[in-house]
T-cell receptor, first 112, second 115 residues
C-alpha cells in the first residue's frame, strides 16, 4: 500500500525544547491522525483532524491538517521525558473506506 | 474510553504450529483490523472486517486467515506458523460513519516469536 513520507525519522532533543514533525503525500487525504507508541505497546491516538486547515490541540500537542490536504504537522511544546516514543501519522485517503495509510514513524528521544 | 484487548502479550510457538490470536473490543465498533509491525517496515495491514462474518484482505494476507463470528471479536489465525511470521501483531477497531471511519483504536499488541 501507499506510504506517507514522515520526517524526521528520529530526533534527539533536550528536555524543555519544542518539537516538530510532519507527514507529506502526493495524494489527498480526508482525515489525518497522529498516534504515539511506547516501547512494547500499541499506538495510542493523540489527535484526529477532519478539515483542511484545521488546527487542533491536545495539551502540549498541536496538529494541523494541511490546506492542500496532502500534509499534516505535529508540534510538541516544552518536551518532557515521558514524551519519548515513536510518533506515527496516519491518513485516510479520499475515496478509501475504513483503511488508513501510515507513516514510518518519528522516534523521539528527550535528553534530561 | 475505547478498550481493545488482545489475548496474549507474548507468545512463543514452533514452526508448523497453528496459532490463534484473539482480539476483543468493547465499544460496539463495526470495523476491526489486524496489522503486523516490523522494524523498518512500519504497520502493514493483514486483514480487516467491517461486519460480522465479513472479511477483506489487506496488503499482506498470505499465510494468515481471520474469523469474525461476533461483532466484538476478531481472530487472526496462522495456519502453519513460520519463522518469518515472528513479529508484533496489533489489533485495532473503529466506528463506521462520516467521522468515525478514520479513528482506529489499537490493542496493546502481541509479540509472537516462531522458533
Amino acid at each position: 500500500g501507499q506510504q506517507l513520507n514522515q520526517s524526521p525519522q528520529s530526533m534527539f532533543i533536550q528536555e524543555g525544547e519544542d518539537v516538530s514533525m510532519n507527514c507529506t503525500s502526493s495524494s489527498i487525504f480526508n482525515t489525518w491522525l497522529w498516534y504515539k507508541q511506547d516501547p512494547g505497546e500499541g499506538p495510542v491516538l493523540l489527535i484526529a483532524l477532519y478539515k483542511a486547515g484545521e488546527l487542533t490541540s491536545n495539551g502540549r500537542l498541536t496538529a494541523q491538517f494541511g490546506i492542500t490536504r496532502k500534509d499534516s504537522f505535529l508540534n510538541i511544546s516544552a518536551s518532557i521525558p515521558s514524551d519519548v516514543g515513536i510518533y506515527f501519522c496516519a491518513g485516510q485517503l479520499r475515496g478509501s473506506a475504513r483503511q488508513l495509510t501510515f507513516g514510518s514513524g518519528t522516534q523521539l528521544t528527550v535528553l534530561p | 474510553d475505547v478498550k481493545v484487548t488482545q489475548s496474549s502479550r507474548y507468545l512463543v510457538k514452533r514452526t508448523g504450529e497453528k496459532v490463534f490470536l484473539e482480539c476483543v473490543q468493547d465499544m460496539d465498533h463495526e470495523n476491526m483490523f489486524w496489522y503486523r509491525q516490523d522494524p523498518g517496515l512500519g504497520l502493514r495491514l493483514i486483514y480487516f472486517s467491517y461486519d460480522v462474518k465479513m472479511k477483506e484482505k489487506g496488503d499482506i494476507p498470505e499465510g494468515y486467515s481471520v474469523s469474525r463470528e461476533k461483532k466484538e471479536r476478531f481472530s487472526l489465525i496462522l495456519e502453519s506458523a513460520s519463522t518469518n511470521q515472528t513479529s508484533m501483531y496489533l489489533c485495532a477497531s473503529s466506528l463506521s460513519g462520516p467521522a468515525g471511519d478514520g479513528e482506529q483504536y489499537f490493542g496493546p499488541g502481541t509479540r509472537l516469536t516462531v522458533t
